[in-house]
């Protein structure tokens, strides 16, 4: 999405743009879940809301978390995917699905939150209905969702132990010195941050509990759906605080969220529907609160602006231009550097080259990939790319045997005379296998979802076939009963 936009546009405005977007989907999808038991006006002011909400605005404003943003459009329609599949049944899997591929497809923190997130919804369900079906249902909408985004999911998970991915639990980024209103215990902790996020979700989980209890006592939606909503806001809560240490240890991959405050995203999602519907039934306590939230993402902005100045400037930026025009490209962060590998590497030129003692040579560039060597001697040739295991080195055409310097980048050993090395990208099994994946489960879901059309449509056909049996039927029938009738008179005569 934003190679698109960046492709249209200045760079300048992509964020803007990218940001609005975002937004205006995130108000769409919950405005999805809201119109499932709320009036259209107080389903509207839930998806203002939740466009708005501050957790919102501390992404758009603080962090800058354009993937994390994006994510958060589809949260809504995870309660919204299991109201509808226990209300229709397995003829929403597919819907649902392909919400949880959406969000692991955006940002795979959030995609983790999601995924626990639909099982707990589940069991909720579960416990409220008692239809063992339902955990069925939700079993196969979790496993399709995988198997729809298995294109990146199982290479990203395979390909993992290629790099150094526990740099991402490095100290000051793990669970525990993360949750809400911890002290600081390491440099990379931003204490400041902390306090902010902690007071901004305390607020908002006042405001939800105090607005479910009102709803709550008058009954006016379905029970179904507000123990629902009510169970998301409680739980994401619960995740933020240290007393839920326990699941951050043990259950699986959910060390790898890191900050336990981004549980904010599905509260954010409860805080709307309930504070829209607390919030609608007051005519001056609606143009209130929404004239807060109009005026929240400026007056954040301008507040954040003074008490935190942007670190970026117009020098950094250029930098970054002048990197990726002259395809030095992005340096990258240290857990995806191959195991090794020496993250104090600077990238400076591609074609950087170690010659050896005894041989003289050059060697020139051709393309991104491509480098020409001209040698008396044989040399051994050092590029400026890291070694992942899927690159693979061509000599004048031929594969050739792959060495890795002492810092971790790609190596070969070119004869002497002239030659042109050539570097690419394998394709891996795990690849070959996502994509298969994928494509299978696309079909099985697009077949679930057009059944039910292919047998309404062949209903009426079926209709006129019995009509048109039927009156076959009676037509043998009666002429059968006339022959026997008239046999009958010939033998008496």
């Not at 809560?237 to 959910?254: C, N």
């Not at 969220?257 to 599905?266: E, G, L, N």
């Not at 048109?468 to 009666?478: A, D, Q, R």
Request: positive net charge; aromatic residues 12%.
């Amino acid at each position: 999405m934003g190679a698109a936009l960046g492709s249209l546009l200045p760079w300048t405005m992509v964020p803007t743009f990218f940001n609005w977007l975002a937004l205006i989907g995130a108000g769409l999808s919950m405005y999805l879940l809201a119109w499932e038991c709320l009036p259209q006006r107080q389903a509207l002011l839930a998806a203002v809301f939740f466009a708005a909400n501050p957790y919102h605005l501390l992404l758009v404003y603080y962090r800058s978390d354009f993937a994390e943003l994006l994510a958060s459009v589809f949260f809504p329609l995870l309660p919204w995917g299991v109201m509808r599949i226990a209300r229709d049944g397995w003829r929403s899997v597919p819907v649902l699905a392909m919400v949880v591929s959406l969000i692991w497809l955006c940002n795979a923190p959030a995609a983790v939150i999601a995924v626990y997130s639909v099982a707990f919804l589940f069991v909720v369900a579960y416990v409220l209905k008692r239809d063992l079906r339902l955990l069925l249902y939700g079993s196969i909408a979790t496993a399709a969702g995988f198997g729809l985004a298995s294109f990146y999911i199982l290479p990203a998970a395979h390909q993992r132990a290629w790099v150094q991915i526990n740099q991402v639990l490095s100290d000051g980024l793990r669970p525990e010195q993360n949750f809400l209103f911890s002290r600081a215990t390491s440099m990379a902790v931003n204490r400041d941050f902390n306090i902010k996020i902690s007071c901004v979700v305390l607020l908002m989980g006042l405001l939800m509990a105090t607005t479910a209890i009102y709803i709550g006592k008058k009954l006016e939606i379905p029970r179904l759906h507000y123990w629902l909503l009510v169970a998301l806001g409680a739980m994401s809560i619960f995740m933020m605080f240290r007393v839920s240490r326990p699941l951050w240890v043990f259950a699986p991959e959910l060390h790898f969220v890191q900050f336990p405050w981004r549980y904010a995203v599905p509260l954010g999602v409860a805080f709307s529907f309930f504070l829209a519907a607390g919030a609608g039934k007051f005519r001056r306590l609606e143009i209130m609160a929404i004239a807060v939230f109009v005026f929240a993402g400026p007056m954040a902005k301008i507040w954040l602006a003074k008490e935190r100045p942007s670190s970026w400037n117009k020098a950094d930026i250029a930098q970054f231009q002048l990197n990726f025009d002259s395809e030095i490209g992005y340096r990258g962060t240290p857990e995806y550097l191959p195991n090794g590998a020496n993250g104090k590497l600077l990238p400076e030129k591609w074609g950087n080259s170690e010659i050896g003692e005894k041989s003289s040579g050059t060697v020139d560039r051709v393309d991104a990939h491509t480098v020409s060597t001209q040698s008396a001697a044989l040399q051994k040739l050092a590029l400026n790319v890291f070694d992942y295991p899927a690159w693979q080195v061509d000599v004048d055409g031929s594969l050739s045997s792959k060495l890795t310097d002492s810092d971790g980048r790609i190596a070969v050993a070119v004869p002497p005379g002239n030659h042109v090395v050539h570097i690419s990208s394998r394709r891996q099994w795990d690849t070959r296998l996502g994509v298969a994946t994928s494509i299978s489960t696309a079909f099985l879901l697009s077949s679930l979802l057009f059944l039910p059309w292919t047998r309404r449509k062949l209903a009426p056909m079926q209709q006129n076939d019995l009509g048109s049996e039927v009156l076959s039927s009676t037509f043998w029938g009666s002429t059968a009963l006339a022959t026997k009738l008239r046999t009958e008179n010939r033998e008496r005569s």
